[in-house]
Structure formats: structure tokens, C-alpha cells
């Protein structure tokens, strides 16, 4: 395995660590200083037009925005990661074994053993959480 490999599935185990255990530090520890986020979630949380969130204190409050407010629906239910050491990718499918919880695929650009670039993009029963608030 390649060290980059090793960067991608550490980052894949730590980051779900850190989302379980609600841990701010452990979360913002993954990022490199310039990371970014980009999801529907930016809009709603940070009421901003831009989906974007750029620069580590800019992710620390977005970040804490969102563990504050994990619905119900937003389990961690998942059957594995995909990555080439550069792009880290997996899916929280709606359908799980205790029931439907929010759809939405991850995707991480790893630079340095750091995220550098973080997207996710929503499914459509995601979303109707979402729009429900």
C-alpha cells in the first residue's frame, strides 16, 4: 500500500471518528490550513449564496454549525471507500439497515496527508431533509 493510500484510509477512519464523536479539533486536524468544503449545507447553515467554505476557521465554525445540528436521519451507515491516494470517495446510501438515513456521497481531495478539497453531494432524500429544516 502507498503511502498515499495509507493517508486516504486513515483520513477515511479518522473523519468518521470525529463525525461520531461530534469532535471539533479531531475533524479540523484532517483539513490543511486552505481546505474547502463545498455542499447544500453551506447555504442552509451559513445562510450564505456561495455553497463554499474556504480557509480552517472558516471550516471551524461551519463544522461546529453542523454537529450542532445533525438531524436523526444523519447516520453513518456505509459499505466502504474507493481511492486512488489522491481522491477519497464513499456513499452513505439511503437505504440502511436500520432504515432510510440521509443520501449523500463524500468526495476528498488529499494533498500532504491533509483534505485539501471536500464536496458532497446530496440525494434527493437528503435534500428533503434539508428542506424540511
Same mark, same amino acid.
Given at each position: ?38 455542499? =447544500? ?29 445533525? =438531524? =436523526? ?18 456513499? !452513505? ?27 458532497? !453531494? ?12
Amino acid at each position: 500500500m502507498t503511502e498515499a493510500n495509507k493517508d486516504a484510509e486513515r483520513i477515511y477512519k479518522l473523519w468518521d471518528q470525529a463525525l461520531g464523536d461530534k469532535d471539533l479539533e479531531a475533524a479540523l486536524a484532517l483539513y490543511a490550513p486552505d481546505a474547502s468544503i463545498e455542499s =447544500p449545507l453551506v447555504q442552509h447553515l451559513m445562510q450564505t449564496k456561495d455553497g463554499i467554505v474556504r480557509g480552517r476557521e472558516a471550516l471551524r465554525e461551519f463544522i461546529t454549525r453542523v454537529f450542532r445540528t445533525n =438531524p =436523526p436521519q444523519r447516520r453513518r451507515f456505509k459499505q466502504g471507500f474507493f481511492s486512488d491516494g489522491r481522491i477519497l470517495t464513499w456513499e !452513505y446510501p439511503r437505504q440502511s439497515p436500520d432504515g432510510d438515513q440521509m443520501d449523500l456521497v463524500e468526495v476528498m481531495e488529499i494533498k500532504d496527508g491533509l483534505i485539501q478539497r471536500h464536496r458532497v !453531494y446530496w440525494g434527493w432524500y437528503a435534500l428533503n431533509v434539508l428542506k424540511a429544516g
